[in-house]
């Protein structure tokens, strides 16, 4: 059964960072892309980034490009995303997916206030 | 990037009734559109993938269809279960892009 375990949500400070993790399990992790997306409070979707299967390519949402980055340990079967200087808009739950949305995560929440 | 717009945004249909939610895209996607399902409180769940695949484990009153530029996802006959709030997801261009949403519920 494939699984995916997002963790290191919480609440955050405007301006600080935070890196997120997902283990995967039940499939073969080094195989496939993977994804992160993420939902706001008034449940808009969307993609922030992937990654190839061995690391070795990453594509992002262009507004998110520069505070945002994806990466992964194939030997732990861990996705991450670092995520800084956090703003408010960034409040949201954050999924982690294989590839283009075949399985999810149940989300890990972010929430960025003072 | 690619634009999806969704519609309706939201919708009541009464048990057994055929729904159908729309998604056109502002560029060529070729087939390359996914349909998910999201209850409340719970992660999204493939629906349909390659605009017209049905995914695993989904039953067979869901289908994906495509004319031209739009893209739907039907239900031939409206469950309780079904209720839920469906996006679309477009993935031949970066970055992917999802529509609003359609929130569908029991009339």
């Known amino acids: 059964e494939v699984q995916l375990v997002e963790s290191g949500g919480g609440l955050v400070q405007p301006g600080a960072s935070l890196k997120l993790s997902c283990v995967a399990s039940?499939?073969?992790?080094?195989?496939?892309?993977m994804s992160w997306v993420r939902q706001t409070p008034g449940k808009t979707m969307e993609w922030i980034g992937d990654?190839?299967?061995?690391?070795?390519?990453?594509n992002y949402a262009p507004s998110l490009k520069n505070r945002f980055t994806i990466s992964r340990d194939n030997a732990k079967s861990t996705l991450y995303l670092q995520m800084s200087n956090v703003r408010s808009e960034d409040t949201a739950t954050y999924y982690c997916?294989?590839?283009?949305?075949?399985?999810w995560g149940q989300g890990v929440m972010v929430t960025v206030s003072s | 990037d690619i634009q999806m717009t969704q519609s309706p945004s939201s919708m009541s249909a009464s048990l057994g009734d055929r729904v159908t939610i729309t998604c056109r895209a502002s560029?060529?996607?070729?087939?390359?559109l996914s349909w998910f399902q999201q209850k409340p409180g719970k992660s999204p769940r493939r629906m349909i993938y390659?605009?017209?695949n049905l995914a695993a484990g989904v039953p067979s009153r869901f289908s994906g269809s495509r004319s031209g530029s739009d893209y739907s996802l039907t239900i031939s006959s409206l469950e309780s279960e079904d209720m839920a709030i469906y996006y679309c997801?477009?993935?031949?261009?970066?970055?992917?892009?999802f529509g609003a949403g359609t929130k569908l519920e029991l009339k």
């Open positions: 390659g605009a017209t």
């Open positions: 997916t294989r590839a283009r949305g075949a399985y």
């Open positions: 990654i190839k299967y061995d690391g070795s390519y990453t």
């Open positions: 997801l477009q993935s031949i261009q970066y970055p992917y892009t």
């Open positions: 560029q060529d996607i070729g087939n390359y």
């Open positions: 039940g499939f073969t992790f080094s195989d496939y892309w």
